[in-house]
């Protein structure tokens, strides 16, 4: 069993930067992959970024890459992305989730049913 806790959203300005953090529980998280998803008001979640459980291989979503930065301290147990130039349309909750296949393809990495566990989700607001 692992738990997810976020941590590090709050309303930001166009432009700015922000840093969300999720920390696990349990012994193995070593083990998991972790991805961030978001979901917008009344639009479904979608997938934002992952990080393998073993040599640090990235993953991202084309609407974030080059302003999110995913990366992981197993020491502490957490995974953390950095976001920078933020838009309104980043305006979203975002959750971190676990996953533990081994298998990092797109079709498994990007898509929320392949994740195990899932955190209660950090509010995000981007103001324009």
């Known amino acids: 069993q692992v738990q997810l806790v976020e941590s590090g959203g709050g309303l930001v300005q166009a432009g700015g930067s922000l840093r969300l953090s999720c920390a696990a529980s349990g012994r193995t998280f070593s083990s998991y992959s972790m991805g961030w998803f978001r979901q917008a008001p009344g639009k479904e979640r979608v997938f934002v970024a992952v990080?393998?459980?073993?040599?640090?291989?990235?993953y991202y979503a084309d609407s974030v890459t080059g302003r999110f930065t995913i990366f992981r301290d197993d020491a502490k147990n957490t995974v953390y992305r950095r976001m920078s130039n933020l838009k309104p349309e980043d305006t979203a909750v975002y959750y971190c989730?676990?996953?533990?296949?081994?298998?990092?393809?797109?079709?498994?990495?990007?898509?929320?049913?392949?994740?195990?566990?899932w955190g209660q989700g950090t509010q995000v607001t981007v103001s324009s």
């Open positions: 990080i393998r459980w073993s040599g640090g291989s990235t």
């Open positions: 989730a676990a996953l533990k296949s081994s298998g990092f393809a797109e079709a498994i990495v990007a898509t929320s049913p392949s994740y195990d566990y």
